[in-house]
């Protein structure tokens, strides 16, 4: 599934000096600063624009939103750091704190949804309400063939998606050529453990929206554990949806998300 949408420019653009990594950051839209603003977290080896563009305008329509990239990804250069979920987390943190935001609203896609979690169970106060799009709990959470070497599932991004994604991160990425040596440290991240317990997910106090595909990279099951264990939880399952195209679901996904954000 091509990308066909075009995402609205930013309000402005910067970037965070954060203890050794430079996050790069949009500002979208404007309103009431009573609202709390929207957190945009995209998944791995995606941009801003790349993951977001057919979701952004939406509720940029009618309040601030915080859109970074993520440590190499876009914008944001690479560093010798791992590229774990708890340095994402903490790294994001640390932008709001730049920032002067006290608490948001999150929408987290894929390792962008792992790092909205962790943040979730480290830092609660700093979260409203909690949308985790593609995201599971425990790594057996995925599909068997998701976490099996040279699979050529359907659940899969394509050749046309992984070009897709080296295109866009060549228009923008501090060092172009570096994609392929990316690609391999966010796959070995990917396939990290996760530290994340039942009693993590029933201490979760945001209101929680899961959303997944119906052909995702996460099981249905799973995510239906995850609606069981968080307290305020709701999940969708929309059909005839890959990881990848998730977030392109428009006529489905931003009912559902003007509904729960508010």
Same mark, same amino acid.
């Given at each position: 599934?091509?990308?066909?949408?075009?995402?609205?420019?930013?309000?402005?653009?910067?970037?965070?000096?954060?203890?050794?990594?430079?996050?790069?950051? +949009?500002?979208?839209?404007?309103? &009431?600063?009573?609202?709390?603003?929207?957190?945009?977290?995209?998944?791995?080896?995606?941009?801003?624009?790349?993951?977001?563009?057919?979701?952004?305008?939406?509720?940029?329509?009618?309040?601030?939103?915080?859109?970074?990239?993520?440590?190499?990804?876009?914008?944001?250069?690479?560093?010798?750091?791992?590229?774990?979920?708890?340095?994402?987390?903490?790294?994001?943190?640390?932008?709001? &704190?730049?920032?002067?935001?006290?608490?948001?609203?999150?929408?987290?896609?894929?390792?962008?949804?792992?790092?909205?979690?962790?943040?979730?169970?480290?830092?609660?106060?700093?979260?409203?309400?909690?949308?985790?799009?593609?995201?599971?709990?425990?790594?057996?959470?995925?599909?068997?063939?998701?976490?099996?070497?040279?699979?050529?599932?359907?659940?899969?991004?394509?050749?046309?998606?992984?070009? +897709?994604? #080296? +295109?866009?991160?060549?228009?923008?990425?501090?060092?172009?050529?570096?994609?392929? &040596?990316?690609?391999?440290?966010?796959?070995?991240?990917?396939?990290?453990?996760?530290?994340?317990?039942? &009693?993590?997910?029933?201490?979760?106090?945001?209101?929680?929206?899961?959303?997944?595909?119906?052909?995702?990279?996460?099981?249905?099951?799973?995510?239906?554990?995850?609606?069981?264990?968080?307290?305020?939880?709701?999940?969708?399952?929309?059909?005839?949806?890959?990881?990848? #195209?998730?977030?392109?679901?428009?006529?489905?996904?931003?009912?559902?998300?003007? +509904?729960?954000?508010?």
């Amino acid at each position: 599934m091509r990308r066909t949408d075009v995402m609205t420019m930013p309000t402005s653009s910067a970037y965070a000096k954060l203890d050794g990594l430079a996050m790069y950051y +949009e500002l979208h839209g404007s309103g &009431d600063d009573a609202r709390r603003p929207l957190v945009l977290l995209h998944g791995g080896l995606q941009t801003v624009d790349l993951n977001f563009a057919a979701v952004l305008p939406t509720p940029a329509a009618g309040r601030r939103v915080v859109a970074p990239e993520l440590q190499g990804h876009g914008r944001t250069a690479d560093t010798d750091r791992a590229l774990t979920v708890p340095h994402l987390a903490s790294d994001v943190v640390a932008l709001l &704190d730049e920032l002067g935001i006290g608490q948001a609203d999150f929408l987290g896609f894929s390792l962008g949804g792992l790092t909205a979690l962790h943040l979730a169970v480290t830092h609660p106060e700093r979260v409203g309400r909690l949308v985790l799009a593609a995201t599971q709990y425990t790594q057996e959470g995925y599909h068997d063939e998701i976490r099996t070497p040279g699979s050529t599932s359907p659940r899969l991004p394509g050749q046309s998606d992984f070009r +897709e994604m #080296a +295109e866009a991160y060549a228009a923008v990425a501090p060092h172009p050529g570096h994609f392929q &040596d990316f690609l391999a440290k966010v796959a070995a991240s990917a396939h990290a453990p996760l530290s994340w317990t039942a &009693d993590d997910l029933r201490g979760l106090a945001a209101p929680t929206l899961l959303v997944i595909g119906d052909t995702d990279f996460v099981r249905i099951e799973h995510a239906a554990e995850m609606r069981r264990l968080i307290p305020r939880a709701q999940l969708a399952v929309l059909p005839s949806t890959t990881h990848v #195209a998730l977030m392109r679901r428009t006529s489905l996904l931003l009912p559902m998300l003007t +509904e729960f954000l508010g």
